[in-house]
């Protein structure tokens, strides 16, 4: 009987696992999982708490759904992914596996894993590889030049042409097996890394639950979904980003849910359905960014010349930025939304990237690390992508000189301080009209507020970040004012 390993990794679900779909094909074959914990590369990575915690509620869900389908799951932990070559080398000589399959990951070092492992595996075991957190694999979709692409836009609209012209489906979850002895699978312990609760009422464990969610979004929200994803007070946007950076959801199910209660999702460019296809179009956007340049998984900017920015050392403020106690209601709202559940709504991370650059001109990558040891959602494509945008530094980023001011961004989409007020309880009794500017009330009122002054002048430090730009622009050689 030949013996079928599938490797679990950031794709742990059941339904439409391209890796486990392929494993199952032949009847007869003997069908095992495995999945191997590497927390000293977490701590490399820098993987949240929260995130773990997240991780391991679904690799122990995982565990039972295959179970259920006669197909047991290994576990296993080692320090990082050179052990994991090891590990997964010996485990296939120890269960006589003849045929590997495996989700692609994306980021230098876990390509050069699987690159290891594939030597390693030469000869003796078939590696099967497949493109799964993706619509369309990297590399796929190239300018005229057969370049990859630099800007989103034309991107967009190279990929929405592609999903025209293809069929994208979903695989079934497989069929019992019952060509296997169970026995008794060990539970799943902890793992040797540092846990944080994850609030179950805002992300419920679980594939079911995350099908679920994107069910109703699609079926109800999203239609609203270009008019009020913008504003934090409102439940205007997926939250669904958790269950797809660990694989629980494919960007498939996404896709596919979204068309079936949006038929005229690809023609009709104006509604909520496409703004969110939008979103997801940015996620593969980054990914693909990854591969064409590698050297975005190791903390260079896209544009080489912003590498001559003169950033500020200021601990003090930074510490200020991380607890939520710049002086900046909006700001400190959102960070303490980050803190306390290990999410953020996307536009306030737009505004918080932002103030962190732009405002006290603090580098980027100190912001980078901070949300990814943060985020239940962390995801180094989309994190880093993200914050190059805001800071200027990556391809298609806002342009240096445009700064956010983080008062009236406040204003803007978050005007009666709802958001504000659920994150900052110190502002509860500021009324709606001066909310995102408390310290003018209070003087006014002659009253004293347990809350932070502003720690930046908002005009001066624009006037700064301004200068600090331009002056890295005029030090960069003009034939090297381009990206790497």
């Known amino acids: 009987m030949t013996t079928h390993l599938v490797w679990f990794r950031h794709d742990l679900r059941i339904t439409d696992h391209s890796a486990l779909h392929a494993a199952c094909q032949s009847p007869d074959a003997k069908v095992i999982a495995l999945y191997i914990a590497t927390p000293g590369q977490w701590q490399a990575h820098g993987m949240a708490a929260r995130q773990a915690t997240f991780l391991l509620q679904h690799l122990q869900t995982l565990q039972q759904s295959l179970a259920d389908k006669g197909i047991p799951l290994f576990y296993q932990q080692c320090d990082d992914f050179h052990q994991a070559v090891e590990a997964v080398d010996a485990f296939c000589k120890k269960q006589h596996v003849s045929h590997l399959f495996y989700h692609y990951q994306?980021?230098?070092?876990?390509?050069?894993?699987?690159r290891a492992l594939e030597a390693k595996l030469h000869g003796q075991v078939v590696c099967q590889g497949f493109d799964d957190s993706v619509l369309l694999a990297p590399g796929s979709l190239v300018t005229g030049k057969q370049e990859m692409y630099k800007v989103f836009t034309p991107f967009r609209k190279a990929f929405i042409q592609r999903l025209q012209e293809m069929e994208i489906t979903c695989f079934p979850a497989p069929k019992k097996r019952?060509?296997?002895?169970?026995?008794?699978?060990?539970?799943?312990t902890p793992f040797d890394y540092p846990q944080q609760a994850v609030d179950e009422t805002l992300f419920p464990t679980g594939e079911q639950a995350a099908l679920a969610r994107l069910r109703q979004f699609c079926q109800s929200t999203v239609a609203d979904y270009h008019q009020q994803r913008d504003f934090p007070a409102q439940q205007g946007t997926s939250q669904l980003s958790p269950y797809l950076a660990l694989g629980v959801l494919s960007p498939r199910q996404c896709f596919n849910r979204l068309r079936a209660e949006h038929p005229t999702l690809l023609e009709q460019s104006d509604g909520g359905a496409f703004t969110w296809l939008s979103e997801l179009v940015w996620r593969e956007f980054y990914r693909h960014l990854l591969v064409a340049w590698p050297r975005l998984c190791q903390h260079h900017p896209f544009v080489a010349w912003t590498q001559q920015v003169l950033w500020q050392q200021d601990e003090k403020a930074l510490a200020a930025w991380q607890q939520g106690k710049t002086g900046f209601p909006i700001v400190d709202a959102a960070m303490r939304q980050l803190n306390g559940t290990g999410w953020m709504h996307n536009r306030l991370r737009m505004i918080c990237a932002s103030f962190l650059v732009k405002d006290l001109l603090i580098d980027w990558r100190a912001g980078e690390r901070y949300f990814i040891a943060q985020l239940?959602?962390?995801?180094?494509?989309?994190?880093?992508?993200?914050?190059?945008?805001?800071?200027?530094?990556?391809?298609?980023?806002?342009?240096?000189f445009r700064i956010f001011n983080p008062t009236t961004q406040g204003?803007?989409?978050?005007?009666?301080?709802?958001?504000?007020?659920?994150?900052?309880?110190?502002?509860?009794?500021?009324?709606?009209?001066?909310?995102?500017?408390?310290?003018?009330?209070?003087?006014?009122?002659?009253?004293a507020l347990d809350y932070p002054t502003p720690i930046v002048d908002h005009k001066q430090a624009r006037q700064m970040t301004l200068a600090a730009f331009e002056a890295a622009k005029a030090a960069q050689e003009q034939g090297h004012n381009q990206a790497y």
Do not use: C
């Open 106 to 114: 994306y980021e230098i070092n876990e390509r050069d894993r699987d």
């Open 178 to 188: 019952t060509n296997v002895d169970m026995g008794t699978l060990a539970a799943l």
């Open 376 to 400: 239940l959602d962390g995801d180094l494509a989309a994190n880093n992508g993200g914050w190059q945008w805001a800071a200027s530094t990556g391809t298609d980023a806002a342009p240096y």
């Open 411 to 447: 204003e803007r989409f978050d005007p009666q301080g709802t958001f504000i007020r659920q994150w900052v309880p110190e502002l509860a009794k500021v009324p709606d009209s001066d909310i995102h500017q408390p310290h003018r009330w209070a003087e006014r009122q002659g009253r």
